[in-house]
């Protein structure tokens, strides 16, 4: 289902006299462009047209959200029960005190290892495999693009479209899924089915109209294209969960400082090879990338950081 039409999908404002804006490919500077319109009504930012071959870019060696890693956690020492007992404990010391081990967003949002969540485009779910060992107990997974499901240490990952999903949650979590996208609203439609009582959603995503929008225009690394096909504002996701029967209870910045250096290296015309550290520390000196992270600290605190999460629940 493509729901990119003409219009702005959030606000509904007429598409035809919005400026057109080009962006580059810019993980592997491919040379490729893209026509975004930028929405007069909210300040989105939208592609114009969806790709047909969009798959084609997620088969990119930069993008890895499919790969099987053979990561830390599949480790039989990390597996044992003392180590396990140990990372539970870390779990619950970095939720209170946001010190040690820990995944940064289960703290933002509050979420308690007693609670249910199923994260919406999980890709190969490493996410939910780092809850687990942190404690968290109730964790399913969800991915269309999945060659199979998937089941690591615990946790479930399903190759399904989230209209297929079925039961209910205390969390619904997009983890940077709902701006790659072409049917946001149904997305959080299929949300607002799987919120068990009192449940909320926490979507995670890019925040158009940031410090790094206003200083790098279309040379903003979050602009991603063509994966990303809609930078939301905050103005943008208040209308979207509108029209879901949701509404933003709070929202939190945790951007990094991949929104200074990516930018600075496709100003410069060089890939940034999926947001990777070891082609932001071939370009920049270590006191330059450490500037950059304060400065990063520092735009979340107030506000104009470039990436976030918005908290929902029932209108
Ligand atoms: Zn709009």
């Not at 493509?2 to 509904?12: I, K, P, R, S």
């Not at 993008?63 to 779990?91: C, E, H, I, W």
């Not at 989230?162 to 983890?175: Q, R």
């Not at 709902?178 to 926490?202: I, K, Q, W, Y």
Request: contains cysteine; aromatic residues 8%; proline residues 4%.
């Amino acid at each position: 289902m493509n729901e990119l039409t003409d219009d702005c999908v959030a606000c509904g404002t007429d598409g035809r006299d919005a400026p057109r804006l080009v962006a580059r490919e810019t993980q592997d500077m491919t040379g490729e462009t893209f026509v975004y319109r930028l929405c007069q009504g909210c300040g989105s930012l939208q592609i114009d047209e969806v790709p047909d071959d969009l798959g084609r870019y997620y088969d990119a060696s930069s993008y890895s959200s499919f790969a099987v890693k053979t990561s830390l956690v599949d480790r039989p020492l990390v597996q044992n029960p003392l180590s396990r007992a140990l990372l539970r404990t870390m779990g619950a010391v970095h939720r209170r005190t946001g010190r040690g081990l820990g995944l940064r967003f289960v703290r933002d949002a509050g979420i308690s290892p007693r609670e249910s969540v199923i994260d919406i485009g999980s890709g190969i779910g490493e996410n939910l495999v780092h809850m687990r060992l942190l404690g968290h107990r109730e964790l399913v997974g969800s991915d269309p693009f999945l060659p199979e499901d998937v089941d690591r240490n615990g946790v479930t990952v399903l190759r399904r479209h989230h209209s297929e999903l079925t039961g209910t949650y205390d969390w619904v979590v997009m983890n940077h899924s709902f701006e790659h996208v072409p049917d946001p609203h149904a997305m959080l439609a299929s949300a607002a089915r799987l919120m068990a009582p009192g449940g909320r959603v926490l979507v995670r995503m890019p925040v158009m109209g940031c410090a790094a929008w206003h200083r790098y225009g279309m040379d903003w690394s979050q602009i991603d294209a063509p994966r990303h096909l809609v930078l939301y504002t905050p103005e943008a996701m208040d209308a979207m969960a509108q029209a879901a029967g949701l509404r933003v209870q709070r929202m939190f910045y945790d951007s990094w400082s991949f929104q200074l250096w990516g930018s600075e290296l496709i100003r410069q015309g060089l890939p940034h090879k999926g947001a990777s550290l070891q082609q932001a520390r071939a370009h920049f000196s270590r006191q330059q990338l450490k500037a950059w992270e304060q400065e990063s600290r520092e735009l979340n605190e107030r506000g104009e950081g470039d990436a976030g999460g918005y908290v929902l629940t029932r209108a």
